[in-house]
């Protein structure tokens, strides 16, 4: 099977990382390569433009790819969205100058549109049923309003910082974007590609999440319970020799310090809370 993943950008560090925690390693790093090998040997990364990875996978040259929801949009492939990764989330939103008269969809009816993203654009003016002119650049989006190029703008934003800087307020929100992993429809069912998405799937839900372990007296046992309930309650398990019981559970981040305190009280002791690289539900 071969994974196409973004060779650079903002995509591309995080992207790596998950591959890395589903337990992909690549062999040898991936800099200045154009594929690597992965300690799968039936797994091969391919490294391309985030933006060329939905024609990789349609024409068959991998069979998932990973890249941004607004790229697999613009290409037009009708491929299937298997995960959300949860990083890289971005808008694609249409803006205008800040001190303009364009402060709705409607008002650019009649004007020019300057984007990276001509499909997505002429889409979304179509259902909009704005008559909009769309006009495709290549970069500097944010310039074109500035030089008479155009009236407005459909651009991607993660904060908004730089359409401020360049005196641009968000008229409407276009897409909302992220991450994800696609594939080709004939590959959706291989068992490869299921492998994989149960493993992207058991990092992203070790998100946010910590092992608990600890010692507590068997008589406090359901006051243990009360304060972890854990993934359907948590483990226990006897301890030889003792009125000890040995609790394992999984609890929210957020939740630990608070659980911690009120397991000490219940007379839990030896506690110890670590990382999750990976929770197969």
């Given amino acids: 099977m071969r994974i196409a993943v973004p060779n650079k950008g903002r995509l591309h560090d995080p992207t790596l990382k998950l591959l890395e925690r589903a337990g992909l390693h690549l062999d040898n790093g991936a800099d200045r390569k154009l594929y690597?090998?992965?300690?799968?040997?039936?797994?091969?990364?391919?490294?391309?433009?985030?933006?060329?990875?939905?024609?990789?996978?349609?024409?068959?040259?991998?069979?998932?790819g990973i890249t941004g929801y607004d790229q697999v949009r613009e290409s037009g492939h009708d491929l299937v969205d298997l995960v959300d990764l949860e990083f890289g989330r971005c808008r694609l939103v249409l803006a205008a100058p800040e001190d303009?008269?364009?402060?709705?969809?409607?008002?650019?009816?009649?004007?020019?549109?300057?984007?990276?993203?001509?499909?997505?654009?002429?889409?979304?003016?179509a259902e909009q049923g704005i008559d909009a002119e769309v006009v495709e650049v290549t970069g500097?989006?944010?310039?074109?309003?500035?030089?008479d190029m155009?009236?407005?703008?459909?651009?991607?934003?993660?904060?908004g910082t730089t359409l401020a800087v360049n005196r641009l307020a968000v008229v409407d929100e276009v897409l909302s974007s992220s991450a994800r992993l696609f594939a080709h429809p004939d590959h959706v069912d291989d068992e490869a590609v299921e492998r994989l998405v149960m493993a992207l799937r058991?990092?992203?839900?070790?998100?946010?999440?910590?092992?608990?372990?600890?010692?507590?007296?068997?008589?406090?046992?359901?006051?243990?319970?009360?304060?972890?309930?854990?993934?359907?309650g948590?483990?226990?398990?006897?301890?030889?020799?003792?009125?000890?019981?040995?609790?394992?559970?999984?609890?929210d981040e957020r939740a630990v310090y608070?659980?911690?305190n009120?397991?000490?009280?219940?007379?839990?002791?030896?506690?110890?809370?670590?990382?999750?690289?990976?929770l197969v539900e």
């Fill in 202 to 232: 058991s990092v992203l839900s070790a998100e946010g999440k910590r092992y608990l372990m600890m010692n507590a007296p068997r008589s406090e046992l359901d006051a243990v319970r009360d304060v972890i309930p854990g993934l359907g």
């Fill in 150 to 159: 155009a009236d407005a703008i459909i651009d991607i934003t993660s904060t």
């Fill in 262 to 278: 009120e397991l000490k009280k219940v007379g839990a002791s030896d506690i110890l809370v670590t990382e999750i690289e990976r």
């Fill in 234 to 251: 948590p483990t226990v398990m006897d301890v030889a020799g003792g009125e000890s019981v040995a609790v394992h559970a999984v609890v």
């Fill in 100 to 125: 303009g008269d364009i402060t709705s969809p409607a008002d650019v009816s009649g004007r020019t549109v300057a984007t990276e993203f001509p499909t997505i654009a002429r889409e979304y003016f």
């Fill in 258 to 260: 608070e659980v911690v």
């Fill in 36 to 64: 690597a090998g992965t300690v799968d040997p039936d797994v091969t990364v391919l490294f391309a433009r985030a933006a060329d990875i939905p024609e990789y996978v349609w024409d068959g040259a991998a069979a998932v």
């Fill in 140 to 147: 500097a989006t944010e310039l074109t309003p500035h030089v």
